[in-house]
């Protein structure tokens, strides 16, 4: 099955989206022309386009480039065993909380966040320092965008 190809487009003029349903682009500069009344967008100047990931949330809202998303995070994987009786005793991750970031589409890697934070930055210590990108997958869950919630990326 193929990916649906669809895009959005944030007019930096009016602060809000184009709906993904009334837009074009030009195929000959790349601008987007929306023919539901708006004028035409140049992209970079007055647009910023952006693409479906190709995947939905873990609630099944579609994740664009330049969401912020939030997903579980651990590293560091632990068991103890009791060498007498052979039972685990113990099973433990150094890090395990919630981290979010920038949506990102690399052609050479997938579909990474970046610009990472933690709702709890005090347990990346020692090996574990905080990501410099991550995949993500369904198990995400977006929670906003740079145009609209970049209080959402500080620290």
Request: aromatic share 10%.
């Amino acid at each position: 099955m193929a990916r649906e190809i669809k895009f959005r487009a944030w007019n930096k003029n009016l602060e809000e989206y184009v709906n993904s349903e009334k837009f074009v682009i030009d195929p000959t500069n790349g601008d987007v022309i929306d023919v539901g009344g708006y004028e035409l967008l140049e992209v970079n100047n007055e647009a910023v386009l952006e693409q479906y990931t190709g995947i939905d949330d873990r609630v099944d809202n579609s994740v664009y480039e330049n969401d912020i998303v939030e997903i579980e995070y651990t590293a560091g994987h632990h068991e103890k065993w009791d060498m007498d009786t052979l039972a685990r005793i113990e099973d433990y991750d150094d890090v395990d909380t919630i981290v979010r970031g920038v949506v990102h589409i690399w052609p050479s890697t997938g579909v990474i966040i970046n610009h990472i934070s933690s709702e709890n930055p005090e347990q990346f210590v020692g090996d574990y320092r905080i990501p410099q990108y991550l995949h993500i997958n369904k198990d995400c869950a977006v929670i906003g965008n740079i145009h609209k919630n970049p209080e959402l990326l500080e620290e």
